[in-house]
């Protein structure tokens, strides 16, 4: 079996937002000839910014927009460290929104997403009483706290109550590419395409206003008029990285890897330190066959992340095919400095298998298993690995182990997930078959016979074993809702009710309990009560429209009006 590397891409990664720094004329008092510093800045003189403020006494001082131009000259010479240390400073004698919150811009230039949430939220808790003193300024940039902490809502929220008041042009524009911004991290694409275009009926050909134009367009998967406005987007600013990101990711839906491979290297070029970046170049040279870019981006994938399993090991293949050994090495040691020895140890073994070498791979693991003090969850880990490397001879190895450390019960529940999750239903039946046979009070081994039988389509035999399961622990939402489910597909439909009908007067009905309404509704022929129940369902979980695929159904319904709106 082949377990594929998949590379997930937010697309709130791709969106950006207008975002304005304060500033004003000041004068520093006593400097010879009251030199500005906001003069020096704007002529580009940030090493004159610094030198005339950038003293560990001078942190202090009250005058916030002198240490918001030192803050900034820093970020600008990508000294962000610094730059953290005199937002500390600062903040630790004063309160002010406007230098803290340019720590989010910090670790977002940074690269240290954990970190600038982490600030977004502290900051946004400290200074929500605050809010109604904010100048128009100060409340435009607390909404792209919001935003940063996906509190979407409430940005465009309050972005739409700063529109009701007297808002220069300067400024709504930037209202108008925040909200661009927040409705498409909603999936609102039609509003963040509505907001993108008033952005751009003021400033025409700005080029972040096409940027979340083109974001939008994506959302709606039209890859190419997303295109046609990414490439108006670098035409406007040849550094638009985000507009590269957006252009490659449109490119590789349009399976043109030439383009995107173009895209993904420029957009690296301006952001050498950005991994996605180097995961799009990677994708594209492994579709063209470029063997020293793809070298080239595994690379950088590993210096930037170096706990990267699946690509370190792939590093390690090149390097061992070019005999250079030292590098392999450094593959390795960093890998170790980034997790543990433990994970090192794995990392070999699993190298060994990879390149053939089952007997030193076997080795490897036969020393892990005695050298290591392991829970249920590092069995999962080995057992899963194995399976997918296809190392069948191994299994026994890991079976004995778990059997003398956790016991031979645990062991079959670690065999029925882990099957389970491959799909190899005849294995979970085995191992979970024999699970109940040795302790018949096994929850889990009478649930995942329920799932046998169901994906088998004996629904008699999975509803007992639901119903044992249920028996056995009590009430629980899984084994509840698959009786549910079950007695359906054996026509028990007013049995069925009864259960639905208790179930929705919960506080929070389990969102399957809507949609087995749904069906059974078809079933009776009330169409109306299931595209009702539906929408619903829709409306809060809007994963969730992968059930009308999967039940038969509502293949009559599947593309009605109020339901087709929520189809990707």
Same mark, same amino acid.
């Given at each position: 079996?082949?377990?594929?590397?998949?590379?997930?891409?937010?697309?709130?990664?791709?969106?950006?937002?207008?975002?304005?720094?304060?500033?004003?004329?000041?004068?520093?008092?006593?400097?010879?000839?009251?030199?500005?510093?906001?003069?020096?800045?704007?002529?580009?003189?940030?090493?004159?910014?610094?030198?005339?403020?950038?003293?560990?006494?001078?942190?202090?001082?009250?005058?916030?927009? &002198?240490?918001?131009?030192?803050?900034?000259?820093?970020?600008?010479?990508? %000294?962000?460290?610094?730059?953290?240390?005199?937002?500390? $400073?600062?903040?630790?004698?004063?309160? $002010?929104?406007?230098?803290?919150?340019?720590?989010?811009?910090?670790?977002?230039?940074?690269?240290?997403?954990?970190?600038? !949430?982490?600030?977004?939220?502290?900051?946004?808790?400290?200074?929500?009483?605050?809010?109604?003193?904010?100048?128009?300024?100060?409340?435009? %940039?607390?909404?792209?706290?919001?935003?940063?902490?996906?509190?979407?809502?409430?940005?465009? !929220?309050?972005?739409?109550?700063?529109?009701?008041?007297?808002?220069?042009?300067?400024?709504?524009?930037?209202?108008? =590419?925040?909200?661009?911004?927040?409705?498409?991290?909603?999936?609102?694409?039609?509003?963040?395409?509505?907001?993108?275009?008033?952005?751009?009926?003021?400033?025409? %050909?700005?080029?972040?206003?096409?940027? =979340?134009?083109?974001?939008?367009?994506?959302?709606?998967?039209?890859?190419?008029?997303?295109?046609?406005?990414?490439?108006?987007?670098? $035409?406007?600013?040849?550094?638009?990285?985000?507009?590269?990101?957006?252009?490659?990711?449109?490119?590789?839906?349009?399976?043109?890897?030439?383009?995107?491979?173009?895209?993904?290297?420029?957009?690296?070029?301006?952001?050498?330190?950005?991994?996605?970046?180097?995961?799009?170049?990677?994708? =594209?040279?492994?579709?063209?066959?470029?063997?020293?870019?793809?070298? &080239?981006?595994?690379?950088?994938?590993?210096?930037? +992340?170096?706990?990267?399993?699946?690509?370190?090991?792939?590093?390690?293949?090149?390097?061992?095919?070019?005999?250079?050994?030292?590098?392999?090495?450094?593959?390795?040691?960093?890998?170790?400095?980034?997790?543990?020895?433990?994970?090192?140890?794995?990392?070999?073994? &699993?190298?060994?298998?990879?390149?053939?070498?089952? !007997?030193?791979?076997?080795?490897?693991?036969?020393?892990?298993?005695? +050298?290591?003090?392991?829970?249920?969850?590092?069995?999962?880990?080995?057992?899963?690995?194995?399976?997918?490397?296809?190392?069948? =001879?191994?299994?026994?190895?890991?079976?004995?182990?778990?059997?003398?450390?956790?016991?031979?019960?645990?062991?079959?529940?670690?065999?029925?997930?882990?099957?389970?999750?491959?799909?190899?239903? &005849?294995?979970?039946?085995?191992?979970?078959?024999?699970?109940?046979?040795?302790? +018949?009070?096994?929850?889990?081994?009478?649930?995942?016979?329920?799932?046998?039988?169901?994906?088998?389509?004996?629904?008699?035999?999975?509803?007992? *074993?639901?119903?044992?399961?249920?028996?056995?622990?009590?009430?629980?939402?899984?084994?509840?809702?698959?009786?549910?489910?079950?007695?359906?597909?054996?026509? *028990? /439909?007013?049995?069925?009710?009864?259960?639905?009908?208790?179930?929705?007067?919960?506080?929070?009905?389990?969102?399957?309990?809507?949609?087995?309404?749904?069906?059974?509704?078809?079933?009776?022929?009330?169409?109306?009560?299931?595209?009702?129940?539906?929408?619903?369902?829709? *409306?809060?979980?809007?994963?969730?429209?992968?059930?009308?695929?999967?039940?038969?159904?509502?293949?009559?319904?599947?593309?009605?009006?109020? /339901?087709?709106?929520?189809?990707?």
């Amino acid at each position: 079996m082949k377990k594929e590397i998949k590379i997930t891409i937010l697309l709130t990664l791709v969106i950006s937002c207008a975002m304005l720094l304060t500033g004003c004329v000041s004068i520093i008092k006593g400097l010879a000839d009251y030199i500005d510093p906001e003069n020096l800045y704007d002529e580009g003189n940030y090493e004159g910014v610094i030198a005339m403020i950038d003293v560990d006494e001078e942190i202090a001082h009250d005058n916030y927009v &002198d240490i918001l131009l030192l803050i900034k000259s820093h970020m600008v010479l990508d %000294n962000p460290e610094r730059a953290l240390e005199i937002v500390d $400073q600062y903040v630790q004698q004063h309160t $002010q929104f406007k230098i803290e919150r340019i720590k989010v811009e910090i670790y977002k230039n940074m690269f240290e997403e954990a970190l600038m !949430e982490e600030a977004a939220k502290a900051i946004l808790k400290k200074f929500e009483t605050r809010f109604d003193d904010f100048d128009l300024m100060d409340k435009m %940039n607390y909404g792209y706290l919001l935003i940063a902490v996906d509190r979407n809502d409430e940005a465009i !929220e309050l972005y739409l109550t700063l529109l009701e008041g007297d808002i220069d042009d300067e400024n709504l524009d930037v209202i108008y =590419n925040n909200l661009a911004w927040s409705y498409a991290n909603i999936s609102d694409f039609e509003s963040a395409i509505n907001y993108s275009e008033l952005s751009l009926g003021i400033v025409p %050909n700005d080029t972040i206003s096409l940027t =979340n134009l083109g974001n939008a367009y994506m959302g709606l998967d039209q890859y190419e008029k997303a295109k046609e406005i990414y490439l108006q987007a670098i $035409q406007s600013d040849n550094d638009n990285n985000y507009a590269y990101y957006g252009l490659g990711i449109v490119n590789e839906n349009l399976e043109n890897s030439d383009k995107a491979l173009e895209a993904w290297l420029e957009h690296t070029r301006i952001l050498d330190a950005d991994i996605d970046g180097w995961y799009g170049i990677y994708r =594209n040279c492994e579709d063209a066959g470029r063997r020293e870019l793809l070298k &080239d981006s595994l690379e950088k994938i590993v210096e930037l +992340n170096p706990s990267s399993y699946y690509y370190s090991i792939e590093l390690m293949e090149i390097y061992e095919d070019e005999k250079d050994l030292g590098r392999l090495s450094n593959v390795v040691l960093n890998y170790y400095h980034s997790t543990s020895e433990y994970q090192r140890d794995i990392l070999l073994a &699993d190298f060994d298998l990879t390149r053939g070498r089952e !007997e030193e791979g076997l080795k490897k693991y036969k020393e892990i298993l005695e +050298n290591y003090d392991l829970d249920y969850y590092d069995y999962y880990d080995i057992f899963y690995e194995l399976i997918w490397q296809e190392q069948e =001879n191994l299994i026994p190895v890991i079976v004995e182990a778990v059997d003398n450390k956790l016991g031979i019960l645990v062991r079959l529940e670690l065999e029925i997930e882990l099957y389970y999750e491959y799909d190899d239903f &005849d294995k979970v039946y085995e191992a979970a078959v024999k699970l109940v046979s040795l302790d +018949n009070e096994s929850v889990i081994g009478h649930e995942y016979l329920g799932d046998v039988y169901l994906e088998r389509s004996e629904y008699d035999k999975a509803l007992s *074993e639901y119903q044992t399961a249920q028996g056995i622990f009590g009430s629980y939402e899984y084994a509840d809702v698959s009786i549910i489910n079950c007695l359906i597909h054996l026509s *028990e /439909l007013n049995e069925a009710k009864t259960l639905l009908d208790d179930m929705l007067k919960q506080t929070q009905p389990p969102a399957m309990a809507y949609v087995h309404r749904a069906r059974i509704a078809m079933r009776e022929s009330d169409e109306t009560l299931a595209v009702e129940m539906l929408t619903s369902t829709f *409306e809060t979980y809007s994963y969730m429209t992968y059930v009308l695929d999967q039940f038969e159904e509502f293949e009559a319904i599947r593309d009605h009006e109020r /339901l087709v709106g929520f189809i990707d």
